[in-house]
């Protein structure tokens, strides 16, 4: 199996890619339109600066060469397109041979990554949903002129684990260099899958189809593995695979052909005579590389270091660097292990109880989450309670632990009365702590379950257990 | 008041004081009124537009205040460019019923600088054409002879100035369709540089030829229409960002020390009354002190040619839009492609038809190499020969158009000849260049010839310093006699 993706990505910025009209689809259909989105007569379109930096920021984290670039038009009449052309960059796109690196380290040759203006959307009214058949179609403008990104990766991929794995991968990528939202599920992310079958790795690449109406990453890799297997198939009963473009039909499970190569159109692609080159400086270039954060990789190689330094990441430690990446929660981590928390416990906390409520999270005044998090590593909350002035701060939207811990009764028990406690528990059972002290190592639990029940759980579990280590002496 | 008077004067008057812009503006709707039904010149005659701003102007004079260098001067605009509220057509059916609801830069301009919107002028359909009878609401007749065609696709803004309709008017070129009406009008007009004057707002036909530019009486007008309309503006991507050439204060400098070559190409197919005209301001030139040669440029031939696949091309897709969904004419049918087919069957007449289809054809994969990408290679080619010539050369100098105004109606079926009349004046276009058409004399049958300077980039100030000289020597020209109602 051979898989090759291209990824439209709507761009995040404020206004469309060539008038100034707020990029906010959603709104009273055609309300964010002008002369330029709506393709009237005399209107020209003006090149939206912000557009070109995030899709320069693209093709930096993806490691493209970002060169000097010219704009073309796409020919071809639907409703939706108000020019009834498309101004796309053709044969010298902005980003080009880049790569992606996969979580498991296979990479992902890019091939380009270019800039182009999204269509209107168009409703069809009638039972079949489609243009042919409709009573009557309408169309928002809203989307006219909204700036898409389209990334093409190289057939690199073998498999639709690989696939997957490099759509998820290419969001995360998207999200962190500001460029996208990264929704597929409400198309500011879109997904064609080009597939082909082969009988072995090193026999050429066979016919491919492309398949499009991928909203899911789920939706993604049924699609292929259900066409591959439909090619196999064909090339099994000896017939052939036919170029063509194909549908996915998530409800039927099954892909269903749109058209064929031979009535593909005809776009006749020419040099937009309404825009000028697009040549950035290496200055220009430079700049936008240095605003670029760091990427969902180099994170993950971040926390995956501050565990090594602690003695190694274990496989579920691993499950949860990618968790809190995903969910950009890895400064917290970074910033509470500087603070001396150690990794294990700051990334737990983070992957388990932070990863619950992420935009919180976010949201949240590192300083409150670092804080926290040093006084459960001191012993001074436990980590029952240390979970419950996390919640508390995620309600309140930040705030001081330590004083939400006295309000809430967590205020750590001092040193004497803790001792006090431990000190009641083992002289109301002689036996049990003779034991102990003999070296059954089992009774510390029976004792800290003791001290819990008297002091209602407010007592820190490392706490008792040194003063256990105390009296025995 | 007699006779046409100069932009300048009248804009001078009214800035003063001495006299008020309504009244400018009722002279001229009166000629229009007496003319108009035998030029055809408007589409639409705004008279109420050009009231409200005649009085808007008036006013600011009354409290103290500067209306601009245009004060008060009414100006023609071709039916092409966009004004807000109102009509803009480009002599089609399609844009039936479609109100812009912005206003073309040009438009902008010209108002802050205190014109007066007079009315739309007929065109050629979508400015394709040289004879103004492309056009869906009938042709427009030459001033001087009303059997004539004014020439095109501007024909209507010639024609206006030409009658003494409005002082001043916009036509717009994109492969002589400024010059080419001017010069068989008998009134001056001028092709700026490529991204001199924006086209945000003008109705796109070819979008790397398209370039707006001045109709006028004289020289110093078509100067001072140009300072106004010229400039940087940032909806047009296209549009120089550097300082336009300010031609008005330059008028007076004289040919002295210039080298004038006059372009061997352009005098091959020209009549021989026309090419007597081209020699005798040569003549001129050289008496003001320049130096004349004669010059060659080759690669000007195949001008025409490579027009006629770059701006079918260009206009197939820029014409694209016409489609019955959003604005204009729309023919119902049962589904959309048969609106859309509909729509377009009957919106469009015949020359913009036959253009998109050729367009769409060198277009088209398999041909576009053959076809289209050689033109561009031989555009390429022009600028190439034209810079060689510009190392000789402070400007060129050539007919605008092989023949005085022609008979309606003789070409129309012979699209190939009509083409012909565009020769002289596509180079420029392809090379992104200016040029200016100067009327120089009448021809053997009576008729206005127009003289062509033709310069580099941005050359606009040298262009009007040697177009005043030409002006100058210029032989005398019968001012149109308009007789009412002539048949066609």
Request: hydrophobic content about 40%.
């Amino acid at each position: 199996m051979v898989i090759g993706l291209e990824v439209h990505c709507e761009l995040k910025t404020a206004t469309k890619l060539f008038c100034g009209c707020p990029n906010m689809f959603g709104d009273e259909p055609n309300t964010n339109v002008c002369p330029n989105c709506l393709g009237l007569p005399g209107s020209l379109p003006v090149l939206n600066q912000r557009a070109v930096e995030l899709a320069m920021a693209i093709g930096t984290a993806l490691h493209c060469d970002i060169r000097a670039s010219t704009f073309h038009r796409k020919n071809y009449f639907y409703p939706d397109q108000a020019k009834d052309y498309q101004i796309s960059q053709y044969d010298e796109p902005l980003n080009v041979d880049g790569h992606l690196d996969l979580p498991d380290g296979f990479r992902v040759g890019i091939e380009r990554a270019h800039m182009e203006e999204d269509t209107g959307k168009t409703t069809h009214a009638g039972t079949s949903g489609r243009i042919h058949g409709a009573d009557y179609s309408l169309v928002d403008y809203n989307r006219s002129g909204v700036p898409l990104v389209e990334i093409v990766s190289r057939p690199d991929m073998r498999t639709a684990d690989q696939a997957r794995a490099y759509v998820t991968e290419l969001r995360a990528i998207l999200v962190a260099s500001g460029a996208s939202d990264g929704k597929m599920e409400e198309g500011s992310m879109r997904v064609d899958a080009n597939v082909s079958v082969r009988p072995g790795p090193d026999d050429p690449f066979g016919t491919r189809c492309e398949i499009k109406n991928l909203n899911s990453v789920r939706s993604l890799g049924r699609a292929i593995e259900y066409e591959a297997e439909r090619q196999i198939a064909l090339l099994e009963s000896g017939e052939r695979v036919v170029q063509q473009t194909r549908h996915w039909d998530e409800g039927a499970g099954r892909t269903q052909a749109l058209r064929s190569k031979e009535d593909a159109y005809d776009y006749r692609y020419f040099l937009e005579p309404d825009l000028v080159p697009l040549v950035p400086d290496a200055e220009w270039i430079r700049a936008v590389a240095d605003t670029l954060g760091m990427m969902p990789a180099e994170r993950r190689a971040r926390l995956t270091e501050l565990l090594d330094e602690g003695g190694g990441a274990t496989r579920s430690q691993l499950l949860q660097v990618a968790t809190v990446v995903e969910l950009r929660l890895d400064d917290l981590v970074v910033e509470a292990v500087a603070a001396g928390v150690p990794s294990a416990l700051a990334l737990a906390r983070t992957a388990n109880e932070a990863a619950t409520d992420a935009d919180a999270a976010r949201a949240l005044d590192p300083k409150s989450y670092v804080e926290l998090l040093t006084l459960e590593a001191n012993g001074s909350l436990s980590a029952t309670q240390a979970k419950a002035v996390l919640a508390e701060l995620f309600v309140l939207g930040g705030g001081d632990p330590a004083a939400i811990a006295r309000d809430k009764g967590f205020e750590a028990m001092s040193e004497d009365s803790l001792a006090a406690t431990v000190g009641e528990a083992v002289a109301a059972h002689p036996d049990e702590w003779a034991r102990f002290c003999e070296g059954d190592d089992k009774l510390a639990g029976f004792f800290t379950m003791l001290v819990m029940k008297a002091t209602r759980g407010q007592a820190n579990g490392k706490a008792v257990a040194a003063e256990l280590r105390r009296l025995k002496g | 008041m007699t006779g046409p008077r100069p932009a300048l004067e009248t804009a001078a008057m009214v800035r003063a004081g001495e006299e008020q812009a309504v009244d400018v503006l009722e002279h001229h709707l009166a000629v229009i009124d007496a003319g108009e039904e035998s030029i055809h010149a408007f589409n639409l005659v705004t008279i109420e537009l050009a009231r409200t701003q005649a009085r808007a102007v008036d006013a600011t004079v009354t409290a103290g205040g500067d209306p601009g260098p245009l004060a008060g001067v009414p100006v023609a605009l071709k039916d092409n460019m966009c004004t807000r509220g109102v009509p803009t057509t480009c002599s089609s059916r399609i844009l039936d019923g479609w109100l812009p609801p912005y206003d073309a830069t040009v438009v902008t301009r010209l108002t802050e600088a205190g014109a007066l919107l007079i009315g739309k002028t007929n065109m050629d359909e979508f400015a394709m054409g040289s004879s103004t009878e492309s056009s869906a609401f009938g042709t427009t007749r030459n001033p001087h002879d009303t059997t004539r065609v004014p020439g095109g696709s501007s024909g209507g803004s010639a024609a206006a100035v030409a009658a003494g309709f409005a002082p001043l008017a916009i036509g717009s070129d994109t492969g002589g369709s400024i010059r080419q009406p001017a010069a068989l009008c008998g009134v001056v007009g001028m092709k700026p540089t490529y991204g001199t004057v924006s086209r945000y707002g003008l109705v796109a036909f070819a979008s790397s030829l398209d370039q707006i530019g001045p109709f006028a009486t004289s020289v110093a007008d078509a100067a001072l229409l140009f300072d106004v309309i010229g400039g940087h503006d940032p909806l047009d991507s296209t549009s120089l960002n550097r300082p336009t050439p300010r031609v008005l204060s330059v008028l007076d400098d004289g040919v002295d020390g210039m080298t004038v070559g006059v372009l061997a190409e352009l005098l091959e197919g020209a009549a021989p009354d026309v090419v007597a005209r081209v020699s005798e301001a040569a003549e001129a030139l050289a008496a003001a002190g320049a130096r004349v040669e004669e010059i060659s440029v080759p690669e000007v031939r195949l001008g025409l040619s490579a027009y006629y696949l770059i701006a079918p091309g260009e206009a197939s897709s820029n014409l694209a839009r016409y489609d019955g969904v959003r604005y204009g004419l729309r023919v119902d049918a049962e589904d959309t492609v048969a609106m859309n087919t509909a729509t377009r069957s009957v919106g469009f007449g015949p020359e913009v038809k036959r253009r998109i289809m050729l367009g769409t054809y060198v277009l088209s994969a398999g041909y576009m190499d053959a076809y289209y990408n050689q033109a561009l290679r031989v555009r390429t080619r022009i600028i190439e020969g034209f810079a060689a010539a510009y190392t000789r050369c402070d400007v060129l100098l050539g007919p605008t158009a092989p023949t005085t105004a022609f008979a309606i109606g003789a070409k129309v079926d012979d699209p190939l000849t009509m083409y012909l009349s565009d020769v002289c004046t596509i180079p420029s276009n392809l090379a992104g260049h200016p040029a200016i058409s100067v009327p120089f004399g009448p021809g053997d049958d009576g008729l206005p010839v127009g003289v062509q300077v033709l310069g580099p980039a941005l050359s606009e100030g040298t262009l009007f310093q040697v177009a005043a000289v030409v002006e100058s020597a210029a032989p005398h020209l019968a001012s149109p006699r308009i007789t009412t109602g002539a048949p066609v």
